[in-house]
């Protein structure tokens, strides 16, 4: 399972956990702005704005799981298997395949609204990216420096896009009953919840945060939706850079898999592999991952922005303790 948010403070913060169980070898790419993207079936673009995320890098090619560009436009994949449904290519359209939504998207876009727009005339075409990779079942979050998010859903009805009015994305149900579901827990607070129960008795109230008593904490995709649109919507506003970095890290975590918690086959556990955080507005990509709590952080912008190869650093990295004696 994967979970998404974007955090608003005097900047946008954007990304994920990727939660799995089988390492794709992932790692912070940059993609300049003269790399050449050969599209399937559009024309090649030896140009475009220039993009920081994580990613799968085969054949030279970035098969981005995450990114945002120079202009503050995020988006993430996750999984959808289930109600994604890509199409065979149909004349007339925009035929993207769905590995090339991101970078395609990134390339050409500024904000969600161009999204919309570049949107209404394309088809996620059922391409593979090779034998190796087969195309995998996604659907998307995408956020700008408007603080807003829309979550794009390709299935056999069509191509969907929905505005994402709690700013997070989780996996299945489609996204219009994931908001559905919230209404279940509309009523959970962090403040000291009334007794309405029984109002007539004198309850003892035995702990702190009962307001909250009804939150669920599973690691399915509602439990995550639910819990994360919760957390982020009563997440504090930092008063500098550090301050929203931890508070993001902070609602990221709460919904994060730990190993042993959710088996996917025998003996074989899904967890958070890592976290990211991209500043919209600053271009800066923060990390951490199961193996190291420390937040690393990579700057775009203290790299050639118009050169031509991709510039990879890694991810997975080991644990950083400091030992004070
Ligand atoms: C596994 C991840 C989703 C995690 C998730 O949501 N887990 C919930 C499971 S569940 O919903 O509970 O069942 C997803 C998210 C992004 C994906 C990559 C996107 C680029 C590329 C696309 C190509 O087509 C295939 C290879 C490729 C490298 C992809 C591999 C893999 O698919 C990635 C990592």
Redesign the pocket.
Known sequence: ??TSICYTSTDHYFGRN???EID?GQKVIIVPRNYVFNYRDMPAQKSHYAFIGVS?VNDNYP???DAINEKGLGIA???F?GPGYYFPQIKGKKNIA??ELIPYLLSNCESTAEVKEILADASISNV??SSN????D?HWILSDKTGKSIVVESTKSGLHVYDNPVNVLT??PEFPSQLTKLSDYVDVTPSNPKNTLVPNVDVNIYSRGLGTHHLPGGMD?SSRFVKAAFVLSHAPKGKDEVENVTNYFHILHSVEQAKGLDEVENNRY?YTMYTDCMNLDKGILYFTTYDNNRINAVDMYKENLDAEDLICYDLFKKQDINYIS
């Open positions: 399972m994967c990727l939660d799995y794709y799968v098969l981005l799981c994949g996750l999984n298997q769905s590995f593979s990216f990779y087969p195309a995998a996604l996996n299945n995709s899904e």
